[in-house]
């Protein structure tokens, strides 16, 4: 079956290509025509639904993932006025098949990080009148503002008027409206704030793990990549010993093993 093995290779090949030819950054658009597009930022290819261009603002080393839909206004054509819709700050990172929709006003922070399929969105349908069907009822729309440095998590859902303080943290799946605090963690649906910073007594409940050692300055990419490597290896040493030990017919080094060496 080797042509299957070339047909395969060309393929991905091809794939590959094609996503990095399809990729938007400032210095290679492609058909879209942003507001503005900060040096560093890229689209990955295949993009998702994007429309009304001239009012969404991209800042600088944003990361959108493939999939991801960015939309100001209804639909496309309309005219917006002066001002931005939707802006992102500089580090943003929208992960796969997320969707931002901006038919109001959407502002997302420097450094906010979310996950796949997150979905935000300043306009929500109505269903004032219980006899028109609720698809066709003219939806209200409120501002949304994420503060920087949040993380939202897979699948959280953030809706119209909701204002995010700064590193907020969104659990997976959360439905978010309302304000929340700086520093603050929530989680559910409708979303609560689960744990939350004290200048005095820190996280309120106390964090289960203790926190991560940061990575000493100076250490370089190969240093770490050696460090995992010599980590996994000891690691499975020790899995080895661990399965000896609980083997009934391992019984250890005889005797006389031990007197020779």
């Known amino acids: 079956m080797w042509w299957r093995c070339l047909l395969s290779r060309a393929v991905h090949s091809g794939w590959r290509w094609a996503r990095e030819a399809g990729a938007v950054t400032a210095e290679r658009p492609g058909p879209l025509r942003f507001r503005r597009i900060g040096t560093g930022t890229r689209l990955a290819f295949p993009q998702g639904t994007v429309f009304g261009e001239a009012w969404i603002e991209l ?5 959108i993932a493939e999939q991801v839909t960015l939309t100001a206004g209804m639909m496309p054509g309309l005219d917006l006025g002066s001002d931005p819709i939707l802006t992102l700050g500089n580090g943003v990172v929208l992960g796969r098949g997320s969707h931002v929709i901006a038919d109001s006003t ?3 922070g420097s450094d906010t990080y979310c996950g796949p399929y997150v979905y935000i969105t300043s306009t929500n349908h109505s269903y ?3 006899h028109t069907p609720v698809g066709k009822q003219w939806p ?3 501002p949304v503002e994420i503060g920087p440095g949040c993380w ?3 699948g959280a859902v953030i809706l119209p008027g909701a204002r995010l303080g700064r590193n907020v943290v969104v659990a997976a ?8 605090p700086d520093h603050a963690v929530v989680a559910g649906a409708p979303a609560k704030v689960v744990r939350s910073w004290d200048p005095v007594e820190g996280w309120q409940p106390p ?4 926190a991560p050692l940061p990575i000493p300055e100076g250490v370089t990419p190969e240093q770490l990549v050696a460090l995992a490597e010599l980590e996994e290896a000891e690691g499975a040493r ?3 010993k661990g399965e000896r030990a609980e083997d009934p017919r391992y019984e250890g080094p005889s005797t006389s093993t031990v007197d020779a060496r």
Do not use: F, M, N
């Open 59 to 63: 800042g600088e080393h944003c990361i």
């Open 106 to 108: 959407v502002t997302i």
């Open 128 to 130: 004032d009148d219980p």
């Open 140 to 142: 209200r729309a409120e």
């Open 152 to 154: 939202l998590g897979t």
């Open 173 to 180: 799946g959360a439905v978010v409206r309302g304000e929340v």
């Open 207 to 210: 964090l289960r793990t203790p």
């Open 238 to 240: 020790g899995r080895r």
